[in-house]
């Protein structure tokens, strides 16, 4: 899989609830190592699951370190528990190229997820992994970071979008658009 497999914007998939991960085997881990792989060569630091067309809740991050590979980390079947303030960043996505914008989001979670193994672990996050969490939670659940924008946002990137969406090939453009208030 290359950063070419990634999904784009106006890929119905990109829409869908993704299905809980329940077999944690060897192909689960050769497809997170391949995401890992996809997800550098893209110059991402996040990458979910449904992105690369697999309708299933997990996601990798690669954690920038200070002269050091990024900190490889795995998250199935992520629910955050609970959330404090508030705060603004710019986001992109892999799968909306070119297009950039200040999201708010929680500045804390506590999140409940299983490692690789299959295991129950929680985490307290911040900064710029609360961010990237959160972000590739809402990929897990048919959510673009394009619809945390307000209406006069998405309106002004909608030309973008449509772009994006039409360069697939996808007939059913008119329906998505309708439905996803573009």
Known sequence: MSANDICI???LVLRQKAFPVVKFDEELKQVADQMFDTMFEADGI????????IS????????????QEPERLFF?????????GEIGMEEGCLSIPGVRDEVMRPEWIRLRYQDIKGQTQE???DGLLVRVLQHEIDHLNGILFTDRLSPAK????KSALEKLAKSKG???FSDYAEKFDL
């Open 9 to 11: 914007y106006g890929d």
């Open 46 to 53: 996040g990458l979910a699951a449904p992105q690369i067309n």
């Open 56 to 67: 299933k809740a997990f996601l990798v991050i690669g954690m920038p370190r200070e002269d």
């Open 76 to 84: 199935a079947n992520p629910e955050i528990l609970e959330t404090r």
């Open 123 to 125: 985490l307290e996050a």
């Open 154 to 157: 998405r309106g002004l990137l």
């Open 170 to 172: 996808d007939k059913r």
